[in-house]
């Protein structure tokens, strides 16, 4: 993850504070051998597992525990507290008797039921705060981000599919190429090739490249990810090229409209008219989504979202068509500017 200066942090904490009506605000990093918190590593400005983020108005601490306490002295901004035997009753006292807001990830069940029980905390969960917070980047984010998809826009600008022989050997070469420059595989490559790219989420198996295979593939690079999706063509294929120029044509009408929109159901909206007047099909997955510490992350572009659009919003916009014999999909990432919606 890159390196954060506090004074980026402080409008972090304040920016969540402005938000809640509490006392204070706890983060848990996530277990050892489970996935880590994003928001945690958001606000603390560091991935350490199985320790606590405690912020209040005015600055914050991280609690650790002894295993990992040396570590977090050396890499934590917030002053580093060893916690006791009885990390329950710590918690208690380091929190309060105030309302505490919490965000745990998804190590969340068992350490709530402690802190609601044992420690008689008055808890209150803030996902959807920090996930809205997380949705506005910042300028050094931004900068995360860009560098996230100039790496993987240049491996899928040089990519030979028919190098390999079958779906799960390109995957590998994908995960390799990321390495080679220094990032890592934001999610498991998505290759489908033939009948397999009418669906969304295909698995990539021992199928041999056909003429036709859709790869979707990003990296993470200083923590940030990126998502894009291209077809690429062996043969001369009227049918298929067709309807993966639709989806491009689509991208580009979609991308001039969505700076109307303020929220992720106008948008929703909006790439249905646009995939229409186009003469493709309704998508079975929406429009596109946030992206940013995670690959999908606020806005949501659903129907029913109310989630906003604002400047420094960054998403990954994917108009598909999906039919009985092949599917096509184009992926790419924007920012929202002051000057409207730009490619990142």
Known sequence: MRTLAMGELDKRRRALFSKLKLD???FYSGDEAGKPN????YFAGCAIDTCYLLLKRRGGSLLTHKMNHGA?????????????ADRTAYLKNACGRGRVGYCFGESSALRLQALREKAKLKLANIDGQVYEIRGRK????LASVAASARIARKILEKLHPWECKTESELAARLKIEALKAGAEVSFEPIVASGKNSRFPHHLAGKTRLGEMV???????????C???????FRKRNSRQEAAYGKCKEAF????QGLSECRTGSCAARLSEKILKKRGLPPLVHSIGHGIGLEVHEYPHLGKSSKDRLETGTVLAIEPAAYYKSFGVRFEEMVVYTKNGWKLI
Do not use: N, W
């Not at 910042?138 to 984010?141: L, R, V, Y």
């Not at 859709?214 to 940030?224: A, E, T």
């Not at 990126?226 to 690429?232: A, G, L, Q, V």
């Open 24 to 26: 204070s605000a706890l």
């Open 38 to 41: 994003p928001s945690f590593s």
């Open 72 to 84: 977090a002295k050396e890499i934590s901004h917030y002053p580093a507290r060893l916690m006791g």
């Open 138 to 141: 910042s300028q050094s984010e």
């Open 214 to 224: 859709l790869v979707d593939f990003g990296v993470k690079c200083q923590g940030y």
């Open 226 to 232: 990126s998502d894009f999706t291209r077809c690429y």
């Open 252 to 255: 580009g009408g979609f991308l």
